[in-house]
Every structure is written in C-alpha cells, then in structure tokens.
C-alpha cells in the first residue's frame, strides 16, 4: 500500500523485491489503499487468499509475531490451501500496523501524519 505523497517507487522494498521473485505472483501497489479497504484489509500483516471463483478461504496473518518468519498457523492454512490439503483453519491473528485511521477507511495512518506535519 502507498499513501499519497510517499516518493516515487517507496513501495519497492526489500519485501515486495521478494515477493516478485515468487513464480507465478505479480505484485501491484495498492495506491491510497483503495484495495485494502475494498476488501476489509485493515492490517498492514493480513492475508487474504481468495478461489478463482472468488471465494474467501482465507484472512488472517501469517506470521507467528510482528516481524516473525517461519512456522505458525496462518502460513500452514496457506500452505494447505494452496497444495488442496485438509484446512485446519481459514482465519488467523493478524500482526501489523493499522493501515487506516479509526473511522476513516481512506484516510492512512501516513497520511494523517503528514497531514499533521504541515499544519
């Protein structure tokens, strides 16, 4: 997700360059976090996996803690979706920061902060 005002190519971290080496993802900015709040994303952390009939099979986190890499339930509930396993669960906790402001869907948490920065 990019809030406005970020500078060009912000997002392209460490994180998304490894997620675009993944076969098969394609990995798209998600300006003003339109996306997120379409969906209900409301955690820099969740994970949302959808069936190609637009099912929801999963939402949640899928990392044991906030910056945790490894083994932990979210990941095993992707992991069996995507190899058509047996489903121990479809939710998990999520761990991240707030992508919005209480009671605004559009407004980021960046943007308040920037906002603010210049009043």
Not at 59 to 68: D, L, Q
Request: glycine fraction near 10%; charge should be neutral.
């Amino acid at each position: 997700m990019k809030p406005p005002g970020f500078a060009k190519d912000w997002e392209k971290s460490s994180l998304w360059r490894s997620a675009a080496a993944i076969p098969h993802v394609t990995v798209v900015r998600d300006d003003h976090g339109l996306e997120a709040s379409r969906f209900g994303a409301a955690t820099s952390g969740q994970t949302l996996l959808y069936s190609a009939n637009g099912l929801l099979l999963f939402s949640g986190g899928i990392t044991g803690s906030r910056g945790h890499a490894g083994d932990n339930a979210g990941r095993a509930a992707i992991l069996a979706l995507l190899h058509r396993e047996a489903l121990a669960r479809s939710s998990s906790f999520v761990f991240g920061c707030p992508l919005f402001m209480p009671g605004n869907p559009y407004q980021t948490q960046e943007t308040n902060s920037h906002a603010l920065a210049h009043d």
